[in-house]
Protein backbone atom coordinates (compact mmCIF):
# COMPACT_ATOMS: atom_id res chain seq x y z
CA UNK A 1 0.00 0.00 0.00
CA UNK A 2 0.93 3.71 -0.59
CA UNK A 3 2.79 5.02 1.96
CA UNK A 4 2.03 8.67 3.54
CA UNK A 5 4.19 11.79 3.69
CA UNK A 6 3.37 13.33 6.63
CA UNK A 7 4.77 17.30 7.74
CA UNK A 8 4.45 17.71 11.11
CA UNK A 9 6.60 19.24 14.29
CA UNK A 10 7.53 17.32 16.39
CA UNK A 11 9.13 19.13 19.75
CA UNK A 12 9.39 22.26 17.80
CA UNK A 13 10.99 21.28 14.79
CA UNK A 14 9.78 21.14 11.09
CA UNK A 15 9.53 16.86 10.77
CA UNK A 16 8.61 15.23 7.65
CA UNK A 17 7.96 11.40 7.09
CA UNK A 18 6.19 8.65 5.29
CA UNK A 19 4.66 6.24 6.82
CA UNK A 20 2.03 3.11 6.33
CA UNK A 21 -1.51 3.89 6.97
CA UNK A 22 -1.49 1.29 9.65
CA UNK A 23 1.24 2.61 11.59
CA UNK A 24 0.54 4.54 14.57
CA UNK A 25 1.96 7.46 15.88
CA UNK A 26 4.01 5.73 18.41
CA UNK A 27 5.56 3.18 15.95
CA UNK A 28 6.40 6.19 13.59
CA UNK A 29 8.09 7.98 16.83
CA UNK A 30 10.00 4.75 17.42
CA UNK A 31 10.51 2.62 14.17
CA UNK A 32 10.96 6.01 11.76
CA UNK A 33 12.59 8.75 13.53
CA UNK A 34 14.16 7.30 16.43
CA UNK A 35 12.42 8.65 19.14
CA UNK A 36 12.58 5.83 22.07
CA UNK A 37 11.94 7.85 24.62
CA UNK A 38 8.03 6.96 24.02
CA UNK A 39 7.26 3.47 25.34
CA UNK A 40 5.00 0.87 23.90
CA UNK A 41 2.97 -0.55 27.00
CA UNK A 42 -0.20 -2.08 26.50
CA UNK A 43 -0.94 -1.09 22.58
CA UNK A 44 -4.32 -0.50 24.13
CA UNK A 45 -4.83 3.09 25.44
CA UNK A 46 -4.45 1.28 29.11
CA UNK A 47 -1.11 2.27 30.26
CA UNK A 48 -0.30 5.76 28.87
CA UNK A 49 3.27 4.87 28.83
CA UNK A 50 3.07 5.73 25.34
CA UNK A 51 1.14 9.61 26.44
CA UNK A 52 2.52 12.85 23.89
CA UNK A 53 1.22 15.96 23.51
CA UNK A 54 -0.64 16.62 20.27
CA UNK A 55 -1.60 20.28 19.57
CA UNK A 56 -1.33 20.79 22.94
CA UNK A 57 -3.92 18.06 24.25
CA UNK A 58 -2.56 14.72 26.14
CA UNK A 59 -3.34 11.57 23.93
CA UNK A 60 -1.94 7.81 23.62
CA UNK A 61 0.45 7.80 20.88
CA UNK A 62 -0.28 4.00 20.49
CA UNK A 63 -4.00 4.87 19.76
CA UNK A 64 -3.26 7.80 16.50
CA UNK A 65 -2.48 6.80 13.46
CA UNK A 66 0.66 8.39 12.09
CA UNK A 67 -0.77 9.93 9.38
CA UNK A 68 -3.24 12.25 12.10
CA UNK A 69 -0.25 13.93 13.15
CA UNK A 70 -0.46 15.85 9.57
CA UNK A 71 -0.26 19.48 10.16
CA UNK A 72 -0.01 19.42 14.11
CA UNK A 73 2.42 19.85 16.37
CA UNK A 74 3.67 16.72 18.62
CA UNK A 75 5.56 16.83 21.91
CA UNK A 76 7.65 14.16 23.33
CA UNK A 77 9.18 13.73 26.56
CA UNK A 78 12.84 13.80 24.19
CA UNK A 79 11.61 17.82 24.35
CA UNK A 80 10.79 18.20 27.58
CA UNK A 81 14.77 19.15 28.88
CA UNK A 82 16.38 22.05 27.40
CA UNK A 83 19.78 20.80 26.41
CA UNK A 84 21.39 20.41 29.90
CA UNK A 85 18.36 21.89 32.08
CA UNK A 86 15.95 19.57 33.06
CA UNK A 87 11.81 20.01 33.35
CA UNK A 88 11.45 21.04 36.79
CA UNK A 89 9.08 17.85 36.76
CA UNK A 90 12.37 15.75 35.62
CA UNK A 91 14.37 17.18 38.59
CA UNK A 92 11.74 16.39 41.09
CA UNK A 93 11.15 12.60 39.92
CA UNK A 94 14.57 12.28 40.64
CA UNK A 95 14.79 14.41 43.71
CA UNK A 96 11.61 11.95 45.11
CA UNK A 97 13.13 8.73 43.52
CA UNK A 98 9.40 8.53 41.69
CA UNK A 99 10.74 5.97 39.28
CA UNK A 100 12.01 2.30 39.26
CA UNK A 101 12.12 0.98 36.31
CA UNK A 102 11.28 3.74 34.37
CA UNK A 103 9.22 2.33 31.38
CA UNK A 104 5.98 4.56 32.89
CA UNK A 105 8.24 7.55 33.81
CA UNK A 106 8.49 9.17 29.82
CA UNK A 107 4.25 9.12 29.89
CA UNK A 108 3.71 10.73 33.45
CA UNK A 109 6.08 13.33 32.84
CA UNK A 110 4.25 14.52 29.76
CA UNK A 111 1.12 13.97 31.47
CA UNK A 112 1.93 15.55 34.60
CA UNK A 113 3.21 18.21 32.81
CA UNK A 114 -0.18 18.77 30.79
CA UNK A 115 -1.74 18.70 34.14
CA UNK A 116 0.44 22.03 35.14
CA UNK A 117 0.32 23.58 32.22
CA UNK A 118 -3.62 23.81 32.96
CA UNK A 119 -3.77 23.55 36.31
CA UNK A 120 -1.56 24.82 38.46
CA UNK A 121 -3.12 24.79 41.57
CA UNK A 122 -3.94 20.96 41.69
CA UNK A 123 -5.52 18.89 44.97
CA UNK A 124 -3.91 15.89 45.37
CA UNK A 125 -6.89 14.15 44.39
CA UNK A 126 -7.13 16.25 41.33
CA UNK A 127 -3.44 14.44 40.50
CA UNK A 128 -4.39 11.26 41.20
CA UNK A 129 -7.77 11.54 38.75
CA UNK A 130 -5.18 13.43 35.94
CA UNK A 131 -2.65 10.57 36.36
CA UNK A 132 -5.07 7.54 36.39
CA UNK A 133 -4.51 6.82 32.87
CA UNK A 134 -0.81 6.37 33.33
CA UNK A 135 -0.23 2.99 34.98
CA UNK A 136 3.10 2.29 37.42
CA UNK A 137 3.98 -1.30 38.67
CA UNK A 138 7.14 -0.46 40.80
CA UNK A 139 6.71 3.47 42.58
CA UNK A 140 3.16 2.60 43.98
CA UNK A 141 2.22 5.93 43.24
CA UNK A 142 2.97 8.05 46.16
CA UNK A 143 6.34 9.59 45.28
CA UNK A 144 5.13 10.77 41.88
CA UNK A 145 2.14 12.32 43.15
CA UNK A 146 4.56 14.09 45.68
CA UNK A 147 6.58 14.80 43.30
CA UNK A 148 4.16 16.72 41.09
CA UNK A 149 2.32 18.34 43.84
CA UNK A 150 5.82 19.73 45.28
CA UNK A 151 6.70 21.46 41.26
CA UNK A 152 3.39 22.76 41.59
CA UNK A 153 3.87 24.47 44.43
CA UNK A 154 7.37 25.25 43.62
CA UNK A 155 6.26 26.70 39.93
CA UNK A 156 3.89 29.00 41.53
CA UNK A 157 7.11 30.43 43.86
CA UNK A 158 5.68 28.82 46.86
CA UNK B 1 2.04 -6.74 20.56
CA UNK B 2 -0.44 -7.48 17.79
CA UNK B 3 -0.04 -5.47 14.91
CA UNK B 4 -2.67 -3.33 12.86
CA UNK B 5 -3.73 -4.91 9.82
CA UNK B 6 -3.45 -3.15 6.70
CA UNK B 7 -5.93 -0.57 5.53
CA UNK B 8 -6.19 2.80 3.61
CA UNK B 9 -7.01 6.17 5.09
CA UNK B 10 -9.32 7.89 3.53
CA UNK B 11 -9.90 12.16 5.12
CA UNK B 12 -12.96 13.38 3.78
CA UNK B 13 -13.72 17.10 4.73
CA UNK B 14 -17.41 17.06 3.94
CA UNK B 15 -20.18 14.72 4.72
CA UNK B 16 -21.09 13.89 1.53
CA UNK B 17 -17.81 12.98 0.51
CA UNK B 18 -17.48 10.76 3.62
CA UNK B 19 -20.79 9.05 2.54
CA UNK B 20 -19.75 8.74 -1.60
CA UNK B 21 -16.43 6.86 -0.01
CA UNK B 22 -18.67 4.73 2.16
CA UNK B 23 -20.93 3.88 -0.38
CA UNK B 24 -17.88 2.89 -2.67
CA UNK B 25 -15.81 0.89 0.24
CA UNK B 26 -18.93 -1.32 1.94
CA UNK B 27 -15.94 -2.97 3.77
CA UNK B 28 -15.28 0.61 5.57
CA UNK B 29 -15.14 1.01 9.13
CA UNK B 30 -15.41 4.82 10.58
CA UNK B 31 -12.84 6.20 12.79
CA UNK B 32 -13.81 8.63 15.68
CA UNK B 33 -11.47 8.92 18.20
CA UNK B 34 -9.75 5.36 17.59
CA UNK B 35 -9.69 4.88 21.40
CA UNK B 36 -11.56 1.75 21.05
CA UNK B 37 -11.82 0.98 17.27
CA UNK B 38 -7.83 0.81 16.92
CA UNK B 39 -7.65 -1.38 19.83
CA UNK B 40 -10.52 -3.78 18.76
CA UNK B 41 -8.36 -3.69 15.05
CA UNK B 42 -5.29 -4.62 16.68
CA UNK B 43 -6.87 -7.63 18.53
CA UNK B 44 -8.27 -8.82 15.52
CA UNK B 45 -11.94 -8.25 16.67
CA UNK B 46 -14.38 -7.46 13.88
CA UNK B 47 -13.69 -8.22 10.10
CA UNK B 48 -10.29 -6.38 9.00
CA UNK B 49 -11.34 -3.22 7.05
CA UNK B 50 -9.88 -2.38 3.72
CA UNK B 51 -10.71 1.23 4.65
CA UNK B 52 -11.23 4.07 7.23
CA UNK B 53 -12.40 6.51 6.95
CA UNK B 54 -11.36 9.45 9.51
CA UNK B 55 -14.27 11.51 10.50
CA UNK B 56 -12.52 14.16 11.99
CA UNK B 57 -11.50 16.43 9.16
CA UNK B 58 -15.38 17.50 8.36
CA UNK B 59 -16.00 21.18 10.00
CA UNK B 60 -19.58 20.86 10.51
CA UNK B 61 -18.81 17.91 12.67
CA UNK B 62 -17.25 19.68 14.88
CA UNK B 63 -19.17 22.27 16.38
CA UNK B 64 -21.56 22.47 19.18
CA UNK B 65 -24.00 24.49 19.29
CA UNK B 66 -27.19 25.65 20.40
CA UNK B 67 -28.42 27.57 23.35
CA UNK B 68 -30.14 26.86 27.11
CA UNK B 69 -33.07 25.13 25.76
CA UNK B 70 -31.43 22.94 22.97
CA UNK B 71 -28.33 21.53 21.22
CA UNK B 72 -26.65 20.12 18.83
CA UNK B 73 -23.64 18.55 19.01
CA UNK B 74 -21.25 17.67 16.27
CA UNK B 75 -20.31 13.56 15.91
CA UNK B 76 -16.97 14.48 15.61
CA UNK B 77 -16.82 16.59 19.03
CA UNK B 78 -14.09 15.45 21.20
CA UNK B 79 -15.54 14.17 24.51
CA UNK B 80 -13.32 16.62 26.53
CA UNK B 81 -14.40 19.70 24.42
CA UNK B 82 -18.04 18.46 25.28
CA UNK B 83 -16.91 18.40 29.45
CA UNK B 84 -15.65 21.44 29.30
CA UNK B 85 -18.18 23.72 27.26
CA UNK B 86 -19.57 26.46 29.36
CA UNK B 87 -22.96 26.04 27.41
CA UNK B 88 -23.18 22.26 28.20
CA UNK B 89 -21.92 22.68 31.75
CA UNK B 90 -24.29 25.51 32.61
CA UNK B 91 -27.53 23.83 31.02
CA UNK B 92 -26.58 20.16 30.40
CA UNK B 93 -24.93 19.42 33.33
CA UNK B 94 -25.70 15.73 33.10
CA UNK B 95 -24.24 15.70 29.98
CA UNK B 96 -21.08 17.32 30.96
CA UNK B 97 -20.87 14.41 33.86
CA UNK B 98 -21.45 11.85 31.47
CA UNK B 99 -18.59 13.29 29.03
CA UNK B 100 -16.17 14.20 31.98
CA UNK B 101 -16.53 10.58 33.44
CA UNK B 102 -14.97 8.70 30.21
CA UNK B 103 -12.02 6.83 31.04
CA UNK B 104 -8.98 8.66 31.36
CA UNK B 105 -7.97 12.04 30.06
CA UNK B 106 -5.88 10.62 27.45
CA UNK B 107 -9.33 8.61 25.88
CA UNK B 108 -11.31 12.03 26.50
CA UNK B 109 -9.25 13.97 24.47
CA UNK B 110 -8.97 12.08 21.03
CA UNK B 111 -12.62 9.59 22.02
CA UNK B 112 -15.84 11.63 19.87
CA UNK B 113 -19.36 11.87 20.92
CA UNK B 114 -20.41 9.59 17.77
CA UNK B 115 -18.09 6.90 18.51
CA UNK B 116 -19.30 6.86 22.02
CA UNK B 117 -22.85 6.70 21.14
CA UNK B 118 -21.86 3.80 18.51
CA UNK B 119 -19.32 2.31 20.79
CA UNK B 120 -19.08 -1.47 19.92
CA UNK B 121 -20.93 -3.68 22.51
CA UNK B 122 -18.90 -5.37 25.39
CA UNK B 123 -18.05 -8.94 27.02
CA UNK B 124 -15.75 -10.74 28.64
CA UNK B 125 -15.68 -12.97 26.06
CA UNK B 126 -15.15 -10.74 23.21
CA UNK B 127 -12.63 -8.52 24.41
CA UNK B 128 -9.99 -10.68 24.17
CA UNK B 129 -7.07 -11.04 22.59
CA UNK B 130 -7.10 -13.53 19.31
CA UNK B 131 -5.73 -16.47 20.69
CA UNK B 132 -7.81 -15.89 23.60
CA UNK B 133 -10.81 -15.95 21.89
CA UNK B 134 -9.95 -18.60 19.39
CA UNK B 135 -8.93 -21.27 22.17
CA UNK B 136 -12.63 -20.84 23.47
CA UNK B 137 -13.70 -21.45 19.84
CA UNK B 138 -14.57 -17.46 19.29
CA UNK B 139 -18.02 -16.44 20.41
CA UNK B 140 -21.64 -15.73 19.11
CA UNK B 141 -20.95 -11.96 18.59
CA UNK B 142 -18.00 -12.86 16.48
CA UNK B 143 -16.73 -15.80 14.76
CA UNK B 144 -18.30 -18.32 16.23
CA UNK B 145 -21.70 -20.17 17.09
CA UNK B 146 -22.05 -19.95 20.89
CA UNK B 147 -22.57 -17.31 23.36
CA UNK B 148 -20.79 -18.32 26.42
CA UNK B 149 -22.78 -16.30 28.54
CA UNK B 150 -25.70 -17.88 28.06
CA UNK B 151 -24.86 -21.10 26.07
CA UNK B 152 -28.22 -21.94 24.95
CA UNK B 153 -28.75 -18.37 23.73
CA UNK B 154 -29.67 -17.22 20.09
CA UNK B 155 -28.62 -13.68 20.86
CA UNK B 156 -25.90 -12.15 21.98
CA UNK B 157 -25.27 -10.69 25.25
CA UNK B 158 -23.13 -8.38 24.84
CA UNK B 159 -23.49 -5.00 26.55
CA UNK B 160 -23.61 -1.86 25.45
CA UNK B 161 -21.80 0.83 27.99
CA UNK B 162 -21.61 4.00 26.38
CA UNK B 163 -22.31 6.76 28.95
CA UNK B 164 -23.55 9.74 26.89
CA UNK B 165 -26.34 7.86 25.04
CA UNK B 166 -28.26 7.61 28.79
CA UNK B 167 -27.52 11.43 29.48
CA UNK B 168 -28.92 12.36 26.01
CA UNK B 169 -31.71 10.15 25.94
CA UNK B 170 -33.12 11.52 29.19
CA UNK B 171 -33.06 14.99 27.07
CA UNK B 172 -34.87 13.93 24.58
CA UNK B 173 -31.57 12.82 22.42
CA UNK B 174 -32.36 12.84 18.75
CA UNK B 175 -29.74 11.67 16.05
CA UNK B 176 -28.68 13.10 12.76
CA UNK B 177 -27.87 10.42 10.22
CA UNK B 178 -26.85 10.17 6.47
CA UNK B 179 -27.29 7.55 4.02
CA UNK B 180 -28.16 6.54 0.89
CA UNK B 181 -31.46 8.76 1.38
CA UNK B 182 -30.01 11.75 2.58
CA UNK B 183 -30.34 13.09 5.86
CA UNK B 184 -32.77 11.95 8.66
CA UNK B 185 -33.40 12.14 12.15
CA UNK B 186 -34.18 9.76 14.88
CA UNK B 187 -34.44 9.51 17.83
CA UNK B 188 -31.84 8.43 19.30
CA UNK B 189 -33.54 5.21 21.49
CA UNK B 190 -34.20 3.74 18.14
CA UNK B 191 -30.24 3.96 16.84
CA UNK B 192 -30.18 0.82 19.18
CA UNK B 193 -31.11 -2.50 17.69
CA UNK B 194 -31.75 -4.97 21.30
CA UNK B 195 -29.00 -7.58 19.84
CA UNK B 196 -25.76 -7.65 21.29
CA UNK B 197 -23.98 -8.37 17.99
CA UNK B 198 -25.70 -5.57 15.87
CA UNK B 199 -26.18 -3.38 18.10
CA UNK B 200 -27.12 -0.61 15.87
CA UNK B 201 -29.59 -0.26 13.64
CA UNK B 202 -28.46 1.56 10.79
CA UNK B 203 -28.32 0.71 6.81
CA UNK B 204 -24.27 -0.56 5.81
CA UNK B 205 -23.57 2.82 4.83
CA UNK B 206 -25.53 5.19 7.28
CA UNK B 207 -23.59 7.44 10.19
CA UNK B 208 -24.45 9.68 12.60
CA UNK B 209 -23.39 13.03 12.18
CA UNK B 210 -25.08 15.27 14.96
CA UNK B 211 -26.73 14.78 17.66
CA UNK B 212 -29.40 16.86 19.76
CA UNK B 213 -30.52 17.44 23.14
CA UNK B 214 -33.41 19.33 25.02
CA UNK B 215 -33.55 21.16 28.28
CA UNK B 216 -37.11 21.71 29.44
CA UNK B 217 -37.64 24.39 31.62
CA UNK B 218 -37.01 23.59 35.52
CA UNK B 219 -35.75 19.88 34.27
CA UNK B 220 -32.84 18.71 36.37
CA UNK B 221 -30.64 16.34 35.36
CA UNK B 222 -27.68 14.15 36.73
CA UNK B 223 -25.14 11.16 35.47
CA UNK B 224 -23.53 8.97 37.95
CA UNK B 225 -22.33 5.33 37.23
CA UNK B 226 -19.84 2.71 39.32
CA UNK B 227 -16.77 0.97 37.88
CA UNK B 228 -14.28 -0.93 38.95
CA UNK B 229 -11.78 2.09 38.92
CA UNK B 230 -13.40 5.49 39.61
CA UNK B 231 -11.17 6.94 37.47
CA UNK B 232 -11.12 5.23 34.16
CA UNK B 233 -13.13 2.09 32.99
CA UNK B 234 -15.85 1.01 31.14
CA UNK B 235 -18.93 1.36 33.24
CA UNK B 236 -20.55 -1.79 35.10
CA UNK B 237 -23.74 0.81 35.54
CA UNK B 238 -24.30 4.06 34.38
CA UNK B 239 -27.54 5.66 35.14
CA UNK B 240 -28.67 8.97 33.69
CA UNK B 241 -32.22 10.90 35.47
CA UNK B 242 -33.78 13.97 34.55
CA UNK B 243 -36.72 14.73 36.42
CA UNK B 244 -39.13 18.46 37.19
CA UNK B 245 -40.95 19.29 40.24
CA UNK B 246 -44.24 20.27 40.28
CA UNK B 247 -44.75 21.97 43.84
CA UNK B 248 -43.58 19.39 46.12
CA UNK B 249 -44.87 16.48 43.55
CA UNK B 250 -42.63 14.88 41.19
CA UNK B 251 -44.30 16.45 37.93
CA UNK B 252 -41.90 14.54 34.79
CA UNK B 253 -38.91 12.03 35.37
CA UNK B 254 -37.23 10.03 32.74
CA UNK B 255 -34.30 7.67 33.24
CA UNK B 256 -31.76 6.06 31.16
CA UNK B 257 -29.62 2.94 31.97
CA UNK B 258 -25.80 1.99 30.37
CA UNK B 259 -23.66 -0.60 31.56
CA UNK B 260 -26.82 -3.63 31.33
CA UNK B 261 -28.27 -4.17 28.30
CA UNK B 262 -27.06 -4.42 24.66
CA UNK B 263 -29.02 -1.41 24.59
CA UNK B 264 -28.91 1.93 26.92
CA UNK B 265 -32.01 1.49 28.54
CA UNK B 266 -34.77 4.25 28.18
CA UNK B 267 -36.92 3.69 31.40
CA UNK B 268 -40.46 2.81 30.17
CA UNK B 269 -43.67 4.03 32.29
CA UNK B 270 -41.56 6.04 34.64
CA UNK B 271 -44.79 8.23 34.07
CA UNK B 272 -46.67 6.25 36.36
CA UNK B 273 -44.38 7.54 38.82
CA UNK B 274 -45.54 11.26 38.61
CA UNK B 275 -47.75 13.22 40.32
CA UNK B 276 -47.23 12.26 44.32
CA UNK B 277 -43.68 13.08 46.74
CA UNK B 278 -40.80 11.12 46.09
CA UNK B 279 -40.39 8.62 49.64
CA UNK B 280 -40.03 5.28 50.52
CA UNK B 281 -43.18 4.03 48.58
CA UNK B 282 -42.36 5.26 45.05
CA UNK B 283 -38.71 4.40 45.37
CA UNK B 284 -40.11 1.03 45.73
CA UNK B 285 -42.22 0.97 42.68
CA UNK B 286 -39.19 2.72 41.11
CA UNK B 287 -37.36 -0.41 41.73
CA UNK B 288 -39.31 -2.73 40.70
CA UNK B 289 -39.22 -0.96 37.29
CA UNK B 290 -35.51 -0.92 37.06
CA UNK B 291 -35.33 -5.07 37.93
CA UNK B 292 -37.58 -5.59 35.06
CA UNK B 293 -36.04 -3.62 32.21
CA UNK B 294 -32.53 -4.45 33.34
CA UNK B 295 -31.43 -7.28 32.38
CA UNK B 296 -27.46 -7.63 33.62
CA UNK B 297 -25.94 -10.53 32.06
CA UNK B 298 -22.09 -11.88 33.28
CA UNK B 299 -20.66 -10.45 30.35
CA UNK B 300 -18.00 -8.70 32.95
CA UNK B 301 -15.73 -9.65 35.92
CA UNK B 302 -18.94 -8.46 38.14
CA UNK B 303 -21.90 -10.51 38.57
CA UNK B 304 -25.33 -9.40 36.81
CA UNK B 305 -26.98 -9.26 39.66
CA UNK B 306 -24.67 -6.85 41.26
CA UNK B 307 -24.35 -4.50 37.91
CA UNK B 308 -28.46 -4.60 38.11
CA UNK B 309 -27.97 -3.83 42.22
CA UNK B 310 -25.89 -1.00 41.53
CA UNK B 311 -27.71 0.68 38.94
CA UNK B 312 -30.80 0.44 40.96
CA UNK B 313 -28.94 2.01 44.09
CA UNK B 314 -27.67 4.83 42.02
CA UNK B 315 -31.04 5.65 40.34
CA UNK B 316 -32.63 5.84 43.37
CA UNK B 317 -29.90 8.52 44.82
CA UNK B 318 -30.01 10.47 41.64
CA UNK B 319 -33.68 10.97 41.47
CA UNK B 320 -33.95 11.56 45.68
CA UNK B 321 -30.86 14.42 45.10
CA UNK B 322 -32.25 15.57 42.17
CA UNK B 323 -35.83 15.88 43.64
CA UNK B 324 -34.01 17.61 46.97
CA UNK B 325 -32.12 20.23 45.41
CA UNK B 326 -30.60 19.96 41.82
CA UNK B 327 -27.97 17.59 42.58
CA UNK B 328 -25.03 18.77 39.85
CA UNK B 329 -22.98 15.59 40.71
CA UNK B 330 -18.89 14.95 40.95
CA UNK B 331 -17.53 17.45 39.38
CA UNK B 332 -13.54 17.63 38.37
Request: charged fraction near 20%.
Amino acid sequence: MAKYHVSTSINDEAVEFLCEPQQTLLDVLRDELQLFGSKEGCSSGDCGACSVMLDGRLVCACLVLGVEAEGRAVETIEGMAKGDQLHPLQQSFLEEAALQCGVCTPGILIAAKALLERNPNPTETEVRYWLAGNLCRCTGYDKIVRSVLAVAEEMRGG
Amino acid sequence: MELLPPFELLRPTTVEQALAWRLENPNSRLLGGGTDLIVNLRRGIGEAPQALIDLNQIDEMTVIAGDGAALRIGASVKLAALAAHPLVRAHYPGLAQAAASVAAATQRNMATVGGNLCLDTRCIFYNQSEWWRASNDYCLKYGGSKCHVAPKSKVCYATFSGDLAPALLVLEGEVEIIGRGGRRTAPLAELYSRDGRDYLSLAREEFVCSVTARAAPGLRAAYDKIRVRRAIEFPLAGVAVALARDGDKLGALRVAVTGTNPWPVLLEETAALCGGGVDEALLQRFDALLKAQLMAMKTTFTSGHYRRRAATVLARRLVRRLFDGGYMGETR
